[in-house]
């Protein structure tokens, strides 16, 4: 049974570059979920998405950001002109739909981001 | 508005000790889930336990086990001796019934000595 996927794993930018982080979900996983991570703290939500469809977006997406999820498998995150303040590690769930489980996320392995 | 504490920022233990890690959440919703999950220092998610807001019997899982009260908005988890695998942040998390998406709390770091 393959996991969430994220790539790359890490990734060191200079600020005010674009940056591009992929998720692979479980397979047959309707929902998907993006999260940062800030060090000493918890996940925070980003955005949310069942099949193609966003449908919620956190106030601390700012337009700078901005999630994909074409014909609703993989995901895609994508950071325009990048500022310190985003280093974090990016978090990636999906969730299923139609099962007693439809509540539970499971997590892929990060991406983690260093603004230079 | 929905929210998640762990009081408890680190914990140290030493190995075979007992330990309880707190976590009391606010919600106006009738329904919704509680979860506790892992992150060692790889970094990495681990899912331990999903709890619906209607069943609040305790559960056990080998060393693992849950004590959620509705009446304290408590979802405490202990480990019974502990090991030094056990060494991670543990994070409590609270689903929210429209989207799914979850609000954690700023976790505890356990430190299992040898």
């Known amino acids: 049974d393959t996991g969430v996927s994220q790539n790359p794993r890490h990734k060191i930018t200079k600020r005010g570059q674009n940056v591009t982080f992929r998720c692979d979900p479980i397979?047959?996983?309707?929902?998907l979920y993006w999260y940062r991570q800030t060090l000493g703290q918890g996940p925070e939500f980003l955005t949310y998405?069942?099949?193609?469809?966003?449908?919620?977006k956190s106030r601390l997406l700012s337009d700078r950001f901005s999630a994909e999820r074409p014909k609703g498998s993989f995901s895609t995150l994508e950071i325009q002109r990048t500022e310190q303040g985003d280093s974090a590690m990016y978090l990636c769930?999906?969730?299923?739909?139609?099962?007693?489980?439809?509540?539970?996320?499971?997590f892929g392995p990060g991406t983690r981001l260093t603004v230079l | 508005a929905q929210k998640v504490t762990q009081a408890q920022t680190e914990i140290s233990v030493v190995e075979k000790e007992d330990v309880t890690l707190d976590c009391v959440y606010e919600?106006?919703?009738?329904?919704?889930?509680l979860f506790w999950y892992k992150q060692p220092p790889s970094g990495e998610l681990v899912f331990l336990i999903r709890?619906?807001?209607?069943?609040?019997q305790n559960e056990i899982s080998g060393r693992y086990s849950w004590n959620f009260q509705k009446s304290t908005s408590s979802f405490n988890f202990t480990i019974t001796a502990s090991q030094v695998v056990d060494s991670a942040v543990y994070f409590c998390?609270?689903?929210?019934?429209?989207?799914?998406?979850?609000?954690f709390g700023t976790g505890t770091r356990l430190k299992v000595l040898a």
């Open positions: 998390a609270l689903s929210d019934t429209g989207t799914y998406k979850y609000i």
């Open positions: 709890r619906n807001s209607f069943d609040e």
């Open positions: 998405f069942q099949n193609e469809a966003q449908l919620e």
């Open positions: 769930a999906s969730s299923p739909t139609g099962t007693g489980d439809t509540d539970t996320q499971y």
């Open positions: 397979s047959e996983h309707n929902r």
């Open positions: 919600t106006r919703d009738t329904t919704y889930y």
